[in-house]
């Protein structure tokens, strides 16, 4: 209950809903945080439960995790198959000009060497860069 008494309230206004989303986080995992080691992260500063090193460990095994979790999201990506109706928006370098497949024609006023480059292209983002 001590605890509660030194909460704070704060009145804060989103023009960004996800902003907000983010922040809610925050406290929900200070929350965690709390109810897990039973002190605020102020707290354990200004208690000298941890020392510089000790943060600094802490930031290096946060970040070693967050790399695992790329791979892991990386490899995911790899092997999951893009469902052939998701829709997939051109290369942003290809945003004023495009292959209209449905027509077999270029809109944008592209021909020849051109037309099959931006195909490839158009291509090689849905394949490698752009997985849905």
């Not at 490899?75 to 497949?101: G, N, Q, T």
């Not at 592209?110 to 292209?121: H, I, S």
Request: glycine fraction near 6%; aromatic fraction near 8%.
């Amino acid at each position: 209950m001590e605890h509660l008494l030194k909460m704070k309230s704060k009145t804060i206004l989103f023009r960004d809903p996800v902003v907000e989303r983010v922040c809610d986080k925050f406290v929900k995992r200070s929350d965690v945080g709390y109810a897990k080691y039973g002190r605020t992260l102020h707290d354990e500063r200004t208690g000298k439960h941890k020392d510089l090193a000790g943060y600094l460990n802490d930031i290096q095994e946060e970040l070693m995790d967050a790399i695992l979790y790329i791979q892991a999201a990386r490899e995911e990506l790899v092997e999951s198959k893009p469902k052939p109706e998701a829709f997939r928006p051109p290369h942003p370098s290809h945003a004023d000009e495009f292959y209209h497949l449905a027509d077999n024609k270029l809109v944008g006023g592209m021909t020849g060497d051109t037309e099959k480059g931006l195909v490839n292209a158009q291509k090689d983002w849905d394949d490698k860069i752009s997985p849905v």
